[in-house]
């Protein structure tokens, strides 16, 4: 996500990660001081993503080396979220990547969200695989019970997924050292994602 910066310069640092760099050069005009705000924990996803995007958006923004980078943590990108709607700039100085946890976080409300991600450009959504698997079949009107270690979490995709095909989906609260979830009496589906679909 970003302040003011327009969807074809990031696109354009974006295409440089991708390897697709001369064709995509950025046009002038860009703020000199560009930085990138990485949010979650330090060793998550999105500070590796950040390691790897900051030479090619330094190069592609035209600043020659890798936007310097500074990482907020949090278990989720909450804080950092927080920290960049409250403090960047909107000349488009400062880019902002984020985990999908703290989008979800955002679209249900969480109490600890203070940023409104309405209002930034965003660039690029990242996707993972995942999949429902289930020990009952899947009938419209029925009601399956999901194994979910947070309310507001992955799972969710899984919850609205049963929903939009018209079978309700009640989340059941796991934690995730105990043993299999589709081994519990109380679970019928799991949204498997990751090294897990494995």
Known sequence: MLGAMTRRRALAGLA??????EAW???????DDVSLLVA???GGRAARWGELMAPALGRALQQGAALPRQNVGGPDGVTGANQFDAHANP?????????????LSWLCGDTRVKF?????????????????????KLVPGQTVRVAVGNLIGPE??????????GIGAVPV???GAGPSPLRRPDVDA?????????
């Open 156 to 165: 969710l995709a899984g919850l609205l997924a049963l929903d939009l095909l």
């Open 173 to 175: 609260r796991i934690d």
């Open 40 to 42: 979650g924990p330090s």
């Open 16 to 21: 440089a990660c991708c390897g697709l760099g």
């Open 116 to 136: 409104d991600a309405g209002r930034w450009v965003p660039v690029w959504a990242g996707s993972t695989s995942a999949a429902l698997a289930t020990r009952v």
């Open 91 to 103: 000349d488009g100085s400062t880019a902002l990547l984020v985990p999908g946890q703290a989008a």
């Open 25 to 31: 050069a950025a046009p002038g005009g860009f703020p």
């Open 190 to 198: 799991v949204v498997l994602r990751g090294p897990a679909l494995r």
